[in-house]
């Protein structure tokens, strides 16, 4: 009676027959490394490598033995005599070890010695003459130098280095083993196996009428029942294989190098940073450092658990040992036994896997840092242009080049089998965890951690290798890359700043198939498991449904966490967290927190609420976290768990207290946490500077803010057709408020995106009330009907002083010249020394309008004669509507209709400061065009004399003049300033991190800019907007106009007083009364100028401070090349730099409140200021002036004026005062003492210049409110 088998003895013989029975199959896969390596005889390799045929040194073809496969190098009939051991020791060392490269084209005599390099210009790989020089020294050796080196044919003749001569003597002893265990028939059959099959997967048939690739026959068809069954099996043995898994990692940063030889990709992007998680283990995973193993390192380009744009799953060797998935399931299969017999027969099957765990399995190294790892699949690489494809490979090895230890000697190598299996006991002169001890004290080492900027740190060099290549032979991952001409290139810096803790080592999960596309991709498409391209699929997918079938566990055990030497000692942490005030700011999602100082970091600690409206909208809520304690703060990390839907949160900030070292900070955020950007690094208040930095992991903190708000933020590429190209910058799909990130825009641009769509399809529900008083049908330009729309105006808005008074008053002079100077954009006003030769204007046409005894001359000594032009409106005056355009107008009844043409002209306007007890200022001569003349005569000068009639020439004048003035206005001052400061804030967030002190300056009176931009050129901006159907200029003429204004605005030389002084307006009241525009104007701007420079010298010491900050540098720069502001240049000093904040401040508050908050006074009542003129300007004069019809078909029609009063509407700022008024700062972005003083000091200012404004507003008619600080938005608003 016979006894039946014990489980583990059927299991073993189940798996023995399993390994045997998918090597048999596998050896198809495994077919001649070696013929894949040399070039089919359709090869045009200039050298003759054929597989069958080639041309000896003498030039005559010889036929090569297949049996022999000799190396085609080296043939020679003598040395078919060689006996059938060496023979089929040959015949192994170029089955599998041999080498790929490629051949190049003929290569010239003066070619110079070298490696291979990337051209700059097409970024292809182009061999130099180390092949040439190789080939002519071979020829010029004898036979038997011949022979010694086909052994290793890729050994480099001039100055090989120490890998490759390692990785020879690797395969010689793998031949030696091979060629003492198995019999020389034995090893040529599967040897023959391995070639035939390898052949028909590297040549691919190809299709005679397309060019294209046809797919290899499968003989496992991927996708199919045995692919699931290959993929299931890896995942079971992976599982097995890694159960006993003891990882120590380290956390830290990635600088792409700033000097590439790769071509230009959308990924690695010179200086581009990284948060970086690194992961050292061992395969197959054991409790015990000191078992032979490949020793593994996984690196995962961000500071989370599971996403990052790439994660690389390395190990220790430099080939794999399977070439498909089936080979891979059957190695795993092997070694998850853990019998020596199994392993070994596995070993033997195929010379690959001998030499690769010999070459790749270590026996107790002095660290995971000396260590060299490689990736153990080729990668598709796609260059930026989409058209060229590569292959790659990538290594790390240690920055410093220290020896790599622990690799097997040669006396140990015939072992290997014995040495994997589970019965092996490793010596015990060291501890068990000796490897995780040792990289942990690696880390915590003084001398190493980046504690200050120049430190080193434990620095690693990744590294890629790179081939234009796209034949099959090169996906196969059990062949070197010949390195002379695919040299390994350094592709990025890793610094390991801190260990990894616990928990977070044990919810990390990487996977080969997170990759950046289109840069990197895995190879494909997989016809079978037997496809070169089936390992990274399989392992891709057993990764992905393992992670699927286990979800990240967020806390490790006990034991783990112990065992990493995690939480030893404990500490509280108090987080006061505060949700903003802000639509759908709450959120159902996990928040966890990550706490880095000075001594580590915790691991993402989860926030536990104990109520429901913990992290609901204006939810403040406190929370305690247990971890060990981390020293002096850096930084935190906030991290929103991302679910099935999506609930973004609003954090503004949070206040972390720590006990152990009694202290608190305040963590300013002001961000949204989304499912795109679910990790922010938030840090303390006070700001600093790139340079001031203690530590080189905060520079790089700083760096990866920057660098993942460039890619959300990235600008528009504009093309000639792009009506817009002409303008600023803006971002890339920002053409709907949808597009615009959450970060950018408040709760109310969804209103005012609503009213403007509305607007556009002409429903005015918002406006009904005040439209009416200007729109009726009964409407006159009757004084009587005036003194009646004033009154009842003035019962119905309490705020309306100021439109009253203009409706009463518009016909005087002195309104008239008071709207001029307090009411258009400051530059086109300036003293007149003496009277261009343009304008005709004598003493005797205007001597009534002088005091008395005075003349023109002596008043224009006096400084008492001004100008008004507008050279930049165009000559002659523009027809802009005068064919019927189909898609014109927005409402019902205007479509598809002939529309009136509008007009337009370029006027000048001479004013005058009259003297008396009622000073004011009033136009003395009005000159419309200098090319509408009279026939035969001069340009038309308009002077009082001709204020004759109800409606008279004189009036008229002033109407054209006004009309001028709406256009330029709406689009100089107003829109130009807003689209100019819109790349302002793109480019301030791309390159300036939260931390930075012009940051937290800027940030605040920025906001809003972008969305309200977006919503303009949605519905304002475009040749069909609101804004073209309202104004004179359209057709384009609009966004010409706004162009020449930007261009003509250098945003660093821009001063409020400078302006004024170079137009020699800085003169007394008595000779400019009531020019309150430049009085409020200045005051403002010396108090916001003197607030920037007491808080930028907080952080900028010296000139050299502003000239040495490469991120402000890195602002301007985008800002000129991308924003389109071509004319700054970067501040060189102190000075320039407040100069320049200055600007941006006053032209974000002051100035926009001066352009905006007085459109509804100014452009209600159209006569006053109409938006256009529907008549050409007179040629001639009217002596008893115009009737009132004649006035109504010069003025836009009502339902213009309707249009235009609701589009004013929109744009304008309303009466109310500010809701965060200039001098607010209300968000927590500033803690530092000084910059608090500095602040509570410009709040005195504003409020001195209050009380001055309204004391002086108390004895005018009048009042100029426009600049009272509490009417001031800190920020542009609508």
Known sequence: ???????????????????????????????????????????????????????????????????????????????????????????????????????????????????????????????????????????????????????????????????????????????????????????????????????????????????????????????????????????????HLTRNRKPVGAVGFAVVNDELRIPTNDFFVPGRKFDVRLEHSSFPASRDDRRVNFKTMSIKLSDQDVDSPLDLVLRTGQISPYCAADGMDAYQTALRTGKAKIIKDALLSKPVCMEATLDGVRYQPESYYDQHYYSPVVYNFRSADGARKYLARFRVIPKDEVPETGRLQPDQMDNVADFLSHDFVPSTEKTNNYLREEYRQRLEQPSTRPSVVNSQGLRYDLQIQMSPSSDDKWYNPCLLWNEPYHPWLSLATLTAVDPLPGPSLQSTQFSVGRLPAPTLGLPGPVSSVQDFNSVAEALAQATAAKQKAEPVPRKANDAAAAESGYGAKQAEYYLYCITGDRLNAGTMSNVFVCIVGTKGRTAFQKLQPRYKTDFERSGKATFIVVDKPVGELRYMKVLKEKQATPSDWYLEYIVLSTPYNNKSYTLPCYRWLTDRICTLTVRDGPGVLYLAESSEDVQAQRSIETSTRSEQLQWRIIHGENPFSMLPGYLRGADHLSAVPSDLQSDSMTALELQWREHRAGKFSLFKTILKFFTSRKATISVEFEKTLADTIADKYENSKVMVHIIRHWREDAEFGRQLINGISVHRLRRVDSMPSDFKVTNEMVRDSLDPNRSLEEEIRDGRVYLVSFPDLLEPSIVCLAEADPSRGTLKKQKGKQLPPRFICAPKVLLYSKRGDRPAIIPLAIQLTESQTPPGGEPIVFTKRDDRGTYSDWMVAKMWVRAAATNALLLG??????????????????????????????????????????????????????????????????????????????????????????????????????????????????????????????????????????????????????????????????????????????????????????????????????????????????????TEQQMKEMLPNPDHVERFIAFVMLLFGGYKPAEVALGSYQERYFTEESCLVAIEKFRGRLRQISEDIRLRNANVECPFEYLLPENVHQYFTV
């Open 1 to 239: 009676m016979t006894s039946s088998p014990s489980p583990d003895d059927a299991l073993t013989s189940s798996l023995s027959a399993k390994t045997v029975n998918s090597f048999e199959s596998e050896e198809s896969a495994m077919q001649s490394t070696w013929s894949a390596a040399l070039p089919s005889q359709e090869s045009s390799d200039p050298g003759g490598f054929q597989f069958h045929l080639r041309k000896d040194v003498d030039g005559q073809e010889r036929s090569l033995d297949p049996d022999a496969r000799l190396d085609p190098l080296v043939h020679d009939d003598d040395e078919h005599q060689s006996t059938a051991r060496e023979a089929t020791g040959d015949a192994l060392r170029r089955s599998s070890f041999e080498l790929l490269d490629d051949h190049p084209s003929p290569l010239n005599e003066d070619t110079t010695a070298g490696v291979s390099l990337w051209s700059e210009t097409s970024a292809e790989v182009h061999p130099r003459s180390y092949v040439q020089t190789e080939r002519l020294q071979r020829m010029s050796m004898d036979k038997k130098q011949r022979r010694s080196i086909s052994l290793d044919r890729f050994d480099a003749i001039s100055g090989a280095v120490s890998p490759t001569q390692h990785h020879t003597d690797i395969r010689q002893n793998a031949v030696d083993i091979i060629s003492r265990e198995l019999n020389p028939e034995e090893s040529e059959r599967r040897t023959r196996q391995e070639a035939d099959l390898f052949q028909k997967l590297s040549l691919p048939k190809v299709d005679a009428v397309s060019g294209r690739r046809l797919p290899t026959a499968p003989i496992m068809p991927w996708g199919g029942p045995e692919a699931a069954a290959v993929v299931q099996s890896l995942r079971v043995n992976h599982d």
């Open 973 to 1186: 001052p107003n829109l130009s300033f807003h689209l100019m400061m819109e790349p302002v804030s793109i480019a301030l967030l791309r390159n300036l991190p939260a931390v930075h002190p012009v940051h937290k300056l800027l940030v605040q009176h920025l906001k809003d800019i972008v969305a309200i931009n977006t919503v303009y050129r949605q519905h304002v901006l475009p040749n069909d907007g609101a804004l073209p159907e309202v104004l004179a200029l359209t057709k384009g003429l609009h966004l010409q106009y706004i162009a020449k204004v930007i261009n003509s605005v250098d945003l660093g030389q821009f001063d409020a007083e400078m302006i004024f002084r170079k137009l020699n307006l800085l003169t007394g009241d008595d000779i400019l009364p009531g020019f309150w525009l430049r009085d409020d104007s200045l005051r403002h701007w010396a108090a916001i100028k003197e607030f920037v420079r007491e808080f930028l010298r907080v952080y900028y010491k010296s000139d050299s401070a502003v000239v040495s900050d490469k991120e402000f540098a890195g602002f301007i720069a985008d800002l000129r090349e991308n924003g389109c502001l071509t004319s700054l240049t970067l501040p060189q000093s102190m000075e320039q730099l407040v100069q320049f904040v200055t600007a941006i401040v006053y032209i974000c508050t002051s100035h926009h409140a001066l352009v905006s908050r007085g459109l509804l006074d100014t452009f209600a009542y159209c006569p006053n200021s109409p938006s256009c003129m529907m008549k050409p300007p007179p040629t001639s004069r009217h002596p008893t002036g115009y």
